[in-house]
């Protein structure tokens, strides 16, 4: 395969995954803003995901209309999710001889949704819940079409590789925003709002719930999000996937290239697996995510240079 389209596809399915995050993050955030309806910002989020300067943020905050239009829809803030579909579909249309025509339809209806007006009139003034929703269905309908469609070639592994390392840095970026920004309520008390909107943030509430029997305290959020293997959100599952379709490179690879980012895959996932980070000490768990989120972007970097021809 061509590194250019090798390339195209895996960041096709980075754009999707981080659409897909995003859409959950915003939906967690506007039904946690409906509980309290004073004194809610959207500080954190619109910090992740836009590039608006500190008086913008300041002025918009509070206003959930305006910032859901600003996340959503703008087509002048390049992290927007009307951005990152569009992005995804232009790697699509590259990349059309090797992905299936289910996936690039998906893609392509994705893409008119965004732009229809029922879905902006929701978000702006109707139910924005049901248009996040409308999208996210969109999002899940592409992820059966990779599934149910896709050779399992050298194609879908970058498409998977390129999925797995966008979602461990999501989980990564997530967990370190929700716990900086509510480290006190985190660890004071069971049964605390924060912990649940985190879970459901990373689509990991129910699971948790049957894995702990209902059992809600700091720790053990803690390490479900980053150790438990059956979580498919987890540090630790993204990235012993990522390794088991990393090692399916290796024939295809040069020796020198593959044994690089060998190396830094397995560096990075000793590091997540040998943590011994506690929900009593924020400090050395902030330390631990941005640690964990460098090297995430160093195996990032690596890709685009030793596969993708990337300088």
Request: charge should be negative; charged fraction near 20%.
């Amino acid at each position: 395969m061509l590194s250019r389209v090798a390339d195209t596809i895996y960041w096709l399915a980075r754009y999707m995954e981080r659409t897909q995050a995003m859409l959950q993050v915003i939906r967690i955030y506007y039904q946690a803003s409906q509980d309290s309806l004073q004194d809610f910002s959207w500080r954190p989020v619109l910090y992740s995901y836009g590039h608006l300067t500190p008086e913008e943020l300041a002025a918009t905050e509070g206003d959930t209309v305006r910032v859901l239009e600003h996340l959503i829809l703008d087509r002048h803030n390049d992290a927007s999710v009307y951005n990152n579909v569009l992005q995804a579909r232009e790697n699509a249309r590259s990349a059309q001889d090797h992905i299936t025509r289910d996936v690039w339809q998906c893609l392509n209806d994705y893409y008119h949704a965004i732009r229809s007006e029922e879905i902006a009139q929701q978000i702006r003034q109707g139910d924005p819940m049901s248009g996040i929703d409308a999208l996210m269905r969109h999002g899940l309908v592409f992820t059966g079409a990779v599934q149910n469609t896709m050779p399992r070639d050298e194609g879908y592994g970058y498409l998977t590789m390129g999925r797995l390392l966008e979602r461990a840095l999501q989980t990564t970026d997530i967990l370190r925003i929700r716990w900086a920004n509510n480290a006190d309520s985190m660890t004071s008390g069971l049964d605390a709002p924060e912990l649940r909107y985190l879970l459901h943030s990373l689509f990991g509430h129910e699971l948790y719930l049957k894995t702990y029997r209902g059992n809600f305290n700091p720790d053990s959020v803690l390490q479900f999000v980053l150790h438990n293997s059956h979580f498919a959100h987890s540090l630790s599952s993204c990235l012993s996937r990522l390794s088991w379709y990393f090692e399916r490179l290796r024939a295809d690879s040069l020796p020198e290239s593959y044994e690089r980012l060998e190396f830094m895959v397995g560096r990075l996932a000793n590091h997540v697996k040998y943590s011994t980070v506690s929900a009593a000490e924020p400090e050395q768990l902030n330390e631990f995510l941005l640690e964990t989120r460098q090297q995430l972007l160093d195996v990032a970097v690596a890709f685009g240079k030793y596969y993708f021809g990337r300088s």
